[in-house]
């Protein structure tokens, strides 16, 4: 079950932008290193970007300069806008909390992930 309520995403052609909220109801939002990620059906899990309570950031290498991570830690709530969006920006996108020292995100994965239910982005050419 998710625990983690994701909103946002849609359809947009190659250019466009789209933004993605996610909120942690109930979390220690403090101790939360939280992010966006893309699962698709058979591919790996790619990182999307990450943030941490003290607001260090982490992005993929495919998205940087043109995706922005940032938290509201006031509200629980993670926000991510896409701007110049391209076809192979499509998939299915999920935020998901880490749990870490400090709330810091940190090279790799370290503990499990707290997930939401994904949403879908779809970019046309």
């Known amino acids: 079950q998710a625990r983690l309520v994701e909103s946002g995403g849609g359809s947009v052609q190659a250019g466009g932008s789209l933004s993605l909220s996610c909120v942690a109801p109930?979390?220690?939002?403090?101790?939360?290193?939280v992010g966006w990620f893309r699962r698709d059906p058979g591919k790996e899990r790619e990182t999307v970007a990450r943030?941490?309570?003290?607001?260090?950031?982490i992005y993929g290498d495919s998205v940087e300069g043109r995706f922005t991570i940032s938290r509201d830690n006031n509200k629980n709530t993670l926000y991510l806008q896409m701007n110049n969006l391209k076809p192979e920006d499509t998939g299915l996108y999920y935020c998901?909390?880490?749990?870490?020292?400090?709330?810091?995100?940190?090279?790799?994965?370290?503990?499990?992930?707290?997930w939401g239910q994904g949403t879908q982005v779809t970019v046309s050419s």
């Open positions: 998901a909390a880490e749990n870490t020292i400090w709330g810091r995100c940190y090279n790799g994965i370290r503990g499990n992930l707290d």
């Open positions: 109930g979390y220690s939002y403090s101790r939360y290193c």
């Open positions: 943030i941490g309570y003290d607001g260090g950031t």
